[in-house]
DNA sequence: TCGACTGGCGCC
DNA sequence: AAAGGGCGCCAGTCGA
C-alpha cells in the first residue's frame, strides 16, 4: 500500500482560518504553506479527496477545533514525541511541539505545563501557548521540521522488522489521539435520572444542603458508633476508627475492606458498607453528576499514553473506574442500541503470543485459556490455572503460589522464561519494550528509596530491584496488551466510518484497557459487531504476525450497558 | 489556609 | 518475615 499523502495542519491561534503545507513521506515540504479563512471546510475537502495523514502538534489543539468534522488518520506531534524520547532513551523528557523544537534547534527546552483539570477548564487546551513555542517562531514551520525529524528518527531504527512496528505503534498512538478527542466530544450516552434513581435507592434521597451526608450514611454512621460502645466518632478518619475497634478490644492493622471482612463483628459489616456506600457517594454521587454527566452524556478527558505502559489515563471524572454498578445508567439513546465488547483474557494471551510457548499458545487458540491450561496442567483445577499465570505475570510470590509457579515452569518453560528474562532486565536496571516498540522507563530514584528503610542499604537495595523485575516483568504484557488494544481502536474506528444510516452513523463511546462500546444505530448493530470481531482479527495479525494465538473479542448487542455480556 | 501525603478502593 | 502490575480520586491528616 502506497504511503498516505501528508499534509501539516496549524490553526490560527484565534479565529476559524489556519494553515496547511502538503509534506512527503520524510517530511520534506512537497509545495509552499496556504493560508485558508476557514480550516474547517479546507480540512474536510482535502479529507474527502485524499485522506492525508494530518500532521499536527496534537489533537488538543488541532483537532478538537474541527470536530464533529472526522478524519481518518494523523500523525500527533507529542504522542509520537513520546514514544521516541522513550525509544532514544531521554524517558520523560519534556514533548511538547516547542521542546521538540528546541531539541531540534540546540535551544533551551521548556518544560511540559501542567494540564488542564476539571470540566470547565476546556479553554486553557486550546491556547496556542500550550504549544510552548519560543516568541516569534512559525508554528508550521516547526510543525514541519519536527515532524521531518521524527521520520528520520523512526527511520534510523535499524533493524527493518523493528522499524515497521514502530511505524505501527506512532500510527496507532496517533490513531488514539484522534479517538480520544472524538470519544470526549461525543460522550457516553448517561442517563441522569436513572443514576440519580440508584443513588437514592442506595444512599436516600439527596441532600438539599450540599456537603452533608445522605441519610443512608448518616444512619450507618450512627449505628456503627452505637455498635462500637456509643462514643462518637468519624468513620471517615482511619484513626478513629482504629482506635474505636480497640476499644471493643478489636486490634485492626488498617481499616482495609478485606481485613474488616474477617472480623466477626457487627460493626465490621456495618463499617464495610459504609465504606462502599461513602466511596459512591464520594466518587461517583450526584456532585460527580453535576460536574461530568450533564445533558445526557458523560464527558471525560482520556488521556492517551497516559499509563507508562500505554494503557490510556483519565483526567477528571475517574472515566476509567466507574463503578459496575453505574453501568446501569449508561442506555442507548431510543433508536440506537450499545454493542459492548470486552477481550477475554488478554494479557495470558499475550503473553503466549510474546513467547511463542508452543504448550501456552495451544492453550490459547481458542475457547477459554484458563479451562484449557487447567485441563493440562492443573488437573481441571481453572481456579489454580488462572491464580498461577497471573500469579507469574505479576511477579507473584506470596500465598500458595509456589507450587502453581513450579507446575507452569515445568509445562510452559518458554512462557515462564520470557517473563522471568523480562524480570532479571529490570533488576539489574535495563529497559524492556512492548511488542510494539514502547519502551518502559528507565530505574529511577523510585526505586531506590534508603531513607526510611530500617534495613541495610543491601537488603533495601535488594527489594527495589525486585520491585523493579515485576515493574518490568508485567510491563511487557501490559504494554503489549495496550500495543493490541491500540491496534483495535483504530481498526474498529476506520470501519465504523465506513458505516452509515442516513446521517448518523456508529461511533465509539467508551475504552478501558480491553473494552469497548459503540453507540449505533438500531439498523446497524449487526454490522457493527461483525466490524468489532474483523478489528480484533486485523489487530492480532498486525501486532502479532503469524501467531495460532487468538484473541476472541466477544461482543454483546445491547440497550443498556449493565446488560452486556 | 493550602499543598503534599496517606490510606483505601474503584477499574483493568 | 514478607513476599502482585498499572492507574485516579476522595477524605483525612499534617506541616509549612
Known amino acids: 500500500m502506497a504511503p498516505a499523502p501528508r499534509t501539516a495542519l496549524v490553526p490560527d491561534p484565534h479565529g476559524p482560518g489556519g494553515r496547511l503545507q502538503p509534506l512527503a513521506e520524510d517530511g520534506n515540504p512537497l509545495g509552499p504553506p496556504v493560508r485558508t479563512p476557514d480550516l474547517a471546510a479546507a480540512v474536510a475537502e482535502r479529507e474527502a479527496a485524499e485522506q492525508p495523514r494530518w500532521v499536527w502538534a496534537a489533537a488538543d489543539s488541532a483537532y478538537a477545533p474541527l470536530l464533529p468534522l472526522r478524519l481518518a488518520r494523523c500523525h500527533d506531534l507529542r504522542l509520537t514525541e513520546a514514544l521516541l524520547l522513550g525509544h532514544d532513551g531521554a524517558w520523560g523528557a519534556p514533548r511538547s511541539l516547542g521542546a521538540a523544537w528546541a531539541r531540534l534547534r540546540g535551544l533551551p527546552v521548556p518544560a511540559d505545563l501542567p494540564e488542564s483539570a476539571g470540566p470547565d477548564d476546556q479553554d486553557g487546551l486550546f491556547a496556542p501557548d500550550r504549544l510552548q513555542l519560543p516568541p516569534g517562531t512559525d508554528p508550521l514551520a516547526a510543525v514541519v521540521a519536527v515532524h521531518a525529524e521524527q521520520q528520520r528518527r523512526t527511520g534510523s531504527i535499524a533493524d527493518p522488522a523493528t522499524r515497521a512496528r514502530f511505524r505501527l505503534l506512532v500510527a496507532a498512538e496517533s490513531a488514539g489521539g484522534l479517538l480520544a478527542a472524538e470519544m470526549s466530544h461525543d460522550g457516553l450516552p448517561w442517563r441522569a435520572d436513572i443514576h440519580d434513581r440508584l443513588l437514592t435507592e442506595l444512599l436516600g434521597p439527596r441532600p438539599t444542603v450540599p456537603g452533608t451526608h445522605p441519610s443512608r450514611l448518616a444512619e450507618l454512621a450512627v449505628e456503627l458508633q452505637q455498635a462500637l460502645g456509643g462514643r462518637p466518632f468519624n468513620p471517615d478518619s482511619h484513626s478513629q476508627v482504629l482506635r474505636a475497634f480497640a476499644e471493643q478490644g478489636i486490634q485492626l492493622g488498617s481499616t482495609r475492606s478485606w481485613e474488616l471482612n474477617r472480623v466477626d463483628h457487627p460493626a465490621a459489616r456495618l463499617m464495610t458498607r459504609y465504606k462502599e456506600l461513602s466511596r459512591l457517594h464520594a466518587a461517583h454521587g450526584w456532585a460527580w453528576q453535576d460536574a461530568w454527566a450533564r445533558g445526557g452524556r458523560f464527558r471525560p478527558e482520556y488521556v492517551v499514553g497516559g499509563v507508562v505502559s500505554g494503557r490510556w489515563a483519565s483526567r477528571g471524572g475517574g472515566a476509567l473506574q466507574i463503578p459496575r454498578i453505574l453501568r446501569r445508567a449508561v442506555v442507548a439513546d431510543p433508536g440506537w442500541t450499545l454493542v459492548v465488547a470486552d477481550a477475554a483474557q488478554l494479557e495470558p494471551r499475550v503473553l503466549a503470543a510474546l513467547s511463542q510457548d508452543a504448550g501456552l499458545a495451544r492453550?490459547?487458540?481458542?475457547?477459554?485459556?484458563?479451562?484449557?491450561?487447567?485441563?493440562?496442567?492443573?488437573?481441571?483445577?481453572?481456579?489454580?490455572?488462572?491464580?498461577?499465570?497471573?500469579?507469574?505475570?505479576?511477579?507473584?510470590?506470596?500465598?500458595?503460589?509456589?507450587?502453581?509457579?513450579?507446575?507452569?515452569?515445568?509445562?510452559?518453560?518458554?512462557?515462564?522464561?520470557?517473563?522471568?528474562?523480562?524480570?532479571?532486565?529490570?533488576?539489574?536496571?535495563?529497559?524492556?519494550?512492548?511488542?510494539?516498540?514502547?519502551?518502559c522507563p528507565p530505574p529511577s530514584a523510585d526505586w531506590l528509596d534508603l531513607t526510611e528503610a530500617p534495613e541495610s542499604a543491601t537488603e533495601a537495595g535488594g527489594r527495589s530491584a525486585r520491585a523493579r523485575g515485576r515493574f518490568t516483568r508485567n510491563f511487557v504484557i501490559q504494554a503489549s496488551g495496550a500495543d493490541w488494544a491500540l491496534a483495535l481502536l483504530a481498526a474498529l474506528r476506520r470501519r465504523l466510518t465506513a458505516l452509515e444510516s442516513g446521517a448518523d452513523r456508529?461511533?465509539?463511546?467508551?475504552?478501558?484497557?480491553?473494552?469497548?462500546?459503540?453507540?449505533?444505530?438500531?439498523?446497524?448493530?449487526?454490522?457493527?459487531?461483525?466490524?468489532?470481531?474483523?478489528?480484533?482479527?486485523?489487530?492480532r495479525t498486525l501486532v502479532f504476525g503469524d501467531t495460532p494465538v487468538r484473541f476472541p473479542l466477544s461482543a454483546t448487542i445491547a440497550d443498556c450497558y449493565a446488560d452486556a455480556k
Open 506 to 539: 456508529p461511533h465509539l463511546v467508551f475504552f478501558q484497557h480491553d473494552e469497548v462500546v459503540v453507540h449505533t444505530p438500531l439498523n446497524l448493530a449487526d454490522q457493527v459487531a461483525a466490524a468489532v470481531a474483523d478489528a480484533a482479527e486485523e489487530a
Open 363 to 439: 492453550s490459547a487458540a481458542e475457547g477459554d485459556l484458563y479451562s484449557a491450561l487447567a485441563a493440562t496442567a492443573f488437573h481441571g483445577d481453572r481456579d489454580k490455572a488462572k491464580l498461577g499465570l497471573l500469579g507469574a505475570m505479576y511477579g507473584q510470590t506470596s500465598g500458595d503460589i509456589g507450587p502453581l509457579l513450579a507446575t507452569l515452569r515445568r509445562r510452559y518453560p518458554t512462557a515462564m522464561g520470557y517473563v522471568e528474562a523480562a524480570a532479571r532486565t529490570g533488576e539489574d536496571g535495563g529497559i524492556v519494550r512492548s511488542r510494539l516498540g514502547r519502551t
